[in-house]
């Protein structure tokens, strides 16, 4: 594998790094905090959970950041395929392969800049960026009561009905990430690590 071609730039890995912490924090404070109601306010694990939040925020503006002006990593054509004729077929083929080799019960080769992985991934950016713009405007403009309606209703609905999509990306994600690790496939320290 040539380092070159695999290596991501600081702030991408700094970006991923920050995002998924924040993110796994994000989720598990989710299950076990307690919401202010009127008159009552909420536990340690909210605030957590704000907090977290707006950390998040912070990381997905740097992860945009960091898109729009590294030189190495995934070209954002790639992260974006949706409205390329040509990318689109790509990302068609790479998922009749996986499909392919998954139902020979085996793991489908790596590829660094494979056009199924790197949909996903921007998949992921996006489902990650509407979590956390729902939850920052929430944070501001919040009545206290996450069950008004209105926009506050709006914002709390989508944020509530990605979480669980989240879960499954962290989840599906997080586990491929270790199968091609322990697989050679792949070194998780390509994105972990925090070197020059």
């Given amino acids: 594998m040539d380092t070159k071609e695999t290596r991501h730039n600081f702030f991408t890995r700094l970006a991923h790094m920050g995002l998924a912490l924040a993110t796994i924090t994000q989720l598990v404070t989710s299950l076990i905090f307690v919401a202010p109601s009127p008159?009552?306010?909420?536990?340690?694990?909210?605030?957590?959970?704000?907090?977290?939040?707006?950390?998040?925020?912070?990381?997905?503006?740097?992860?945009?950041?960091?898109?729009?002006?590294?030189?190495?990593?995934?070209?954002?054509?790639?992260?974006?395929?949706?409205?390329?004729?040509?990318?689109l077929?790509?990302?068609?083929?790479?998922?009749?392969?996986?499909?392919?080799?998954?139902?020979?019960?085996?793991?489908?080769?790596?590829?660094?800049?494979?056009?199924?992985?790197?949909?996903?991934?921007?998949?992921?950016?996006?489902?990650?960026?509407?979590?956390?713009a729902t939850g920052t405007i929430y944070y501001f403009i919040n009545t206290g009561n996450s069950d008004a309606g209105g926009l506050v209703g709006v914002l709390m609905f989508v944020h509530k009905t990605l979480a669980n999509v989240v879960w499954a990306y962290l989840i599906g994600h997080a586990g491929l990430a270790v199968i091609h690790h322990f697989t050679d496939n792949l070194r998780l320290t390509e994105m972990w690590s925090l070197k020059p």
Avoid: C, Q
């Fill in 39 to 87: 008159g009552k306010s909420g536990n340690i694990w909210y605030e957590i959970h704000e907090y977290g939040g707006l950390t998040a925020f912070g990381f997905v503006l740097l992860f945009w950041l960091a898109l729009t002006a590294r030189r190495l990593g995934t070209a954002p054509g790639l992260l974006f395929p949706w409205f390329s004729g040509p990318s």
């Fill in 89 to 132: 077929r790509a990302v068609w083929s790479d998922t009749k392969a996986h499909l392919a080799a998954v139902t020979r019960f085996r793991l489908p080769p790596f590829e660094e800049h494979g056009a199924l992985a790197s949909a996903v991934h921007g998949l992921g950016l996006l489902l990650v960026t509407a979590m956390v």
